[in-house]
């Protein structure tokens, strides 16, 4: 079966430290992997996808993610954290047919301290 | 890039009524569109997926008489809860697909239904 395991349910950094947000997934065949961003009652911004070739993706707002086929993971990763980038992260995973809809995690509250 | 709306961004309903979402692709076509559920600091729940020109095919435990959803366009697919009772209320969203071949959702902005 699918499935998308986000470890941590509520990170708490610092504005300018680092930040990694974990992800692992479970998936049959060759998986697509995805992280959202979500603000408070709004949608979803997709901030980076993998499908192929390097295993180090980079995304907006200055997010990268590296993809371990040997570790099930996808995890996001952002050098410095600013105070806007507090808000639910969601990992997800999808194939490679347009008709398949993505199975996601439960989701990383990050809150951003001065 | 793509963009996907979704109106009413909120809405509020008395219970027993019946509530339409729209969802539109408004500069592509999507031939699928997906609609979730998202319970209050939960994540995404698929409910069903939405074929344009036939039936949208639910998820186990979803009930397809309470959630109508038509796809009678290549931009366009409605959610239709009826006979909406307080349990109903959540924040419902869209995504559609862009294009053939890559697995890209684009999701809107959801819809709050609150029922009294």
């Known amino acids: 079966a699918q499935s998308v395991t986000q470890p941590d349910i509520h990170i708490t950094v610092s504005e300018g430290a680092s930040l990694e947000l974990r992800c692992n997934y479970s998936?049959?065949?060759?998986?697509?992997l995805f992280w959202y961003v979500q603000s408070p009652g709004q949608g979803l911004q997709l901030l980076l996808k993998?499908?192929?070739?390097?295993?180090l993706v980079q995304g907006i707002k200055g997010f990268e993610a590296e993809f371990k086929r040997s570790q099930s993971s996808f995890n996001l990763r952002k050098p410095s954290v600013h105070w806007s980038d507090a808000a639910e992260y969601f990992c997800?995973?999808?194939?490679?047919?347009?008709?398949?809809?993505?199975?996601f995690g439960k989701g990383t509250r990050l809150s951003v301290i001065a | 890039g793509a963009v996907v709306s979704q109106h009413p961004s909120r809405v509020i309903c008395k219970s027993g009524t019946s509530v339409k979402i729209e969802c539109r692709s408004l500069?592509?076509?999507?031939?699928?569109m997906f609609w979730y559920r998202q319970f209050p600091k939960q994540s995404l729940m698929l409910m069903a997926t939405?074929?344009?020109?036939?039936?949208?095919?639910?998820e186990q435990g979803v009930e397809k008489d309470k959630f109508l959803i038509n796809h009678a366009s290549l931009t366009l697919s409605t959610l239709t809860v009826t006979s909406a009772h307080p349990e109903d209320s959540s924040f419902y969203i869209c995504?559609?697909?862009?294009?053939?071949?890559?697995?890209?959702?684009?999701f809107g902005a959801g819809s709050r239904l609150t029922v009294l």
């Open positions: 500069d592509f076509q999507a031939t699928t």
């Open positions: 939405s074929n344009e020109g036939s039936k949208a095919t639910y």
């Open positions: 998936y049959g065949a060759t998986p697509y």
């Open positions: 993998y499908f192929s070739g390097d295993t």
């Open positions: 995504s559609a697909v862009e294009g053939s071949g890559a697995n890209v959702l684009t």
């Open positions: 997800a995973v999808g194939g490679s047919s347009g008709n398949t809809p993505l199975v």
